[in-house]
Nanobody
Framework: QLQLVESGGGLVQPGGSLRLSCAAS????????IGWFRQAPGKEREGVSC????????SYADSVKGRFTISRDNAKNTVYLQMNSLKPEDTAIYYC??????????????????????WGQGTQVTVSS
């Protein structure tokens, strides 16, 4: 069974930090690039970040560049998104996803949800005073 599970979301004050985790089971995450996405109420799902299978290449949306860091620990079959200096506009459900067809590298600079085959259930991030 192929499964992705996000965790680490929660309520944080502006300027605070959270680390999201995306844990995979049923397949070897090492083979695939992983994308992080987010979706705020009433808005379309947008690509946030992508990391290649080895972790050697990363990309970020302009809105999060310099504040978010994507990383992976292939031995743990897990990808992380470290989020610092959080802003209220970062409030959203965050999802990780796998592009099985393209595999080892990010297909585009910013991940496009139409390219991704498997998704986690999402984890809620709320940035508020």
């Amino acid at each position: 069974q192929l499964q992705l599970v996000e965790s680490g979301g929660g309520l944080v004050q502006p300027g605070g930090s959270l680390r999201l985790s995306c844990a995979a089971s049923g397949f070897t995450l090492h083979y695939y690039a992983i994308g992080w996405f987010r979706q705020a109420p009433g808005k379309e799902r947008e690509g946030v970040s992508c990391i290649s299978s080895s972790g050697g290449s990363t990309s970020y949306a302009d809105s999060v560049k310099g504040r978010f860091t994507i990383s992976r620990d292939n031995a743990k079959n897990t990808v992380y998104l470290q989020m610092n200096s959080l802003k209220p506009e970062d409030t959203a459900i965050y999802y990780c996803a796998v592009d099985v067809s393209f595999s080892s590298r990010c297909r585009r600079y910013l991940p496009d949800m139409n390219d991704y085959d498997y998704w986690g259930q999402g984890t809620q991030v709320t940035v508020s005073s």
